[in-house]
């Protein structure tokens, strides 16, 4: 009899409203109410009177987040797939200079390196006059540059290792047909194994996303205005202390589900079927 | 004169460091020619056939398909390598491979699959080798499966969409290397089919196969590998009807 009902019920599609009605359950029903009457309070309780006035500067702040974040994901990415790559098929003298920078970036602090880059590579290029002369110079005097490099070298090494277990792990038969049907060993990584390694590495690099943004705040230490260094500059000027940090962490949260929301998205666009 | 073979091989050799699997073999398909190769687990009968569109690299002799023999350079004294990667490629996207475990790719659709080399190597115009895929793909009988990814298939269809991407460049030869091995009882049938429906076409093909009722059926010419060499060649009547060699009588035995 049950058997006989399986088919009738996994026809009919749910409409709109009883999809809403399913998502209501119970304890979900509380924890919703749990979260909105924490954030009432906070609306209501607590001082938010400062927040017309910063605005623009905490837009500024959210934009050079976004700005170092995306700048060192692309950057460095496109650095780690020739470090992935000459891990897994280089001559052995790139093979071990990839795997030593690897190791160097990935098992020193990134606070560590960013201040080597800031008040190291900073200050060494201020002693040349031919370095001041050059149209870099206007950049290179600024905060942003070296808090970029270190984010980028930083995320480089890290999907440069990602990177070389993902080429490493595309099955060979794949690669194999590619050669058979004559493709040129450029068209075999370009259509075959990098998309192959990207899809298969991308459940991954969508944790070390969210992980590089939560990175990003160390650049307010070399005095990059993100909306860390914003957020900071507003508890000194209020005196306020939860508030601003309250404000940090629901940018911070909205930011990480939209980024893990996007990657999904794309991850799944090609479904593997496992 | 007559025509030049479709491939022949002439005292092929193949060693891995000290152990030789290929101890002179020699074969010679003419177009429309359906060879089997029989032989049983590391007689050599697979290293053979990849030597073909040079997946496994001669240690000496000669191959040449449609008449052009590959170009080699010698390394050291008993291992060569393409002299000519362009060659290779060009000779390559004349022949087709049909792989134990399908290797299709599964980040592209069935007809993404089927298009991919024609597009991609052989510069075919996208809409023409759309037509042709959905063409190909209906000869195998997965017209309604070109939006399908090889993940969500059975191995027969994944198998039945791989012979399509070798249609999809109408290659000189085809080669096969165990088509059938991955897969399911119940699913070998259909492959069968299809590369009979091929053979019937006259298609040049060679084919690596444990199927001995198959290639008895579909063969023009059989050859059993035994050790690295052909113990014995000759028409499947001949081979499976009358062996004359003690070991291909107790392989044919030992597979019926």
Request: hydrophobic share 50%; charged share 15%; glycine share 8%.
């Amino acid at each position: 009899m049950t058997d006989m009902n399986i088919p009738a019920t996994a026809d009919r599609t749910p409409g709109a409203l009883a999809q809403i009605r399913a998502f209501f359950l119970p304890h979900r029903i509380v924890m919703l109410a749990l979260a909105l009457s924490g954030v009432a309070a906070m609306v209501l309780t607590m001082d938010w009177s400062w927040l017309p006035q910063f605005m623009p500067r905490l837009w500024g702040g959210l934009l050079m987040t976004l700005y170092m974040l995306f700048g060192s994901v692309i950057l460095g990415f496109l650095l780690a797939v020739p470090l992935g790559l000459v891990q897994v098929v280089g001559p052995r003298p790139l093979r071990w200079l990839a795997t030593g920078f690897c190791t160097v970036i990935r098992g020193t602090p990134l606070l560590l390196q960013l201040w080597l880059f800031y008040y190291g590579l900073g200050s060494l290029f201020a002693q040349y006059p031919e370095i001041r002369e050059t149209w870099m110079w206007p950049y290179l005097r600024q905060a942003w540059p070296y808090g970029l490099l270190a984010l980028t070298i930083s995320f480089a090494a890290y999907e440069g290792e990602v990177m070389r277990g993902a080429f490493a792990g595309v099955p060979h038969g794949e690669l194999e047909a590619a050669h058979a049907f004559g493709m040129p060993r450029t068209k075999v990584f370009t259509r075959v194994w990098l998309p192959r390694a990207v899809h298969r590495a991308l459940p991954t690099l969508t944790g070390e996303i969210i992980l590089q943004l939560k990175s990003t705040p160390l650049v307010a230490t070399v005095a990059v205005a993100d909306l860390y260094a914003i957020v900071t500059r507003v508890r000194q000027a209020t005196l306020l202390t939860y508030e601003p940090l309250l404000l940090l962490v629901a940018i911070y949260l909205c930011l990480s589900a939209i980024l893990i929301a996007g990657l999904r998205w794309l991850e799944n666009r090609v479904p593997s079927g496992h | 004169m007559t025509q030049d073979p479709a491939i022949e091989i002439r005292d092929l050799h193949k060693s891995y460091g000290a152990i030789e699997v290929l101890k002179g073999v020699s074969m010679t398909a003419y177009p429309g020619d359906v060879v089997a190769v029989i032989g049983g687990s590391g007689s050599g009968k697979s290293t053979m056939l990849r030597c073909i569109n040079m997946l496994e690299k001669p240690s000496s002799g000669r191959i040449a398909i449609q008449g052009e023999a590959y170009e080699m350079r010698q390394l050291g004294t008993n291992a060569m390598e393409p002299a000519s990667p362009k060659q290779v490629q060009r000779i390559r996207s004349q022949l087709g491979m049909v792989f134990q475990n399908f290797n299709l790719w599964p980040h592209r659709t069935v007809l993404q699959n089927v298009i991919e080399v024609p597009i991609h190597v052989l510069g075919v115009p996208k809409e023409q080798a759309v037509a042709r895929g959905r063409d190909v793909l209906a000869r195998v009988g997965l017209a309604e499966k070109e939006d399908v990814y090889p993940a969500f298939m059975s191995g027969g269809q994944q198998q039945r969409a791989a012979i399509a991407r070798v249609l999809a460049v109408d290659p000189l030869a085809m080669l096969f290397d165990e088509p059938t091995s991955a897969l399911d009882p119940e699913l070998v049938g259909e492959v069968l089919s299809v590369i009979r429906d091929l053979a019937a076409e006259k298609r040049t093909m060679v084919l690596v196969t444990h199927e001995m009722a198959f290639a008895r059926d579909v063969a023009s010419h059989v050859i059993y590998l035994r050790d690295g060499r052909i113990e014995e060649e000759g028409p499947p009547e001949q081979i499976f009807g009358d062996p004359q060699s003690p070991n291909l009588q107790q392989f044919i035995r030992s597979v019926a």
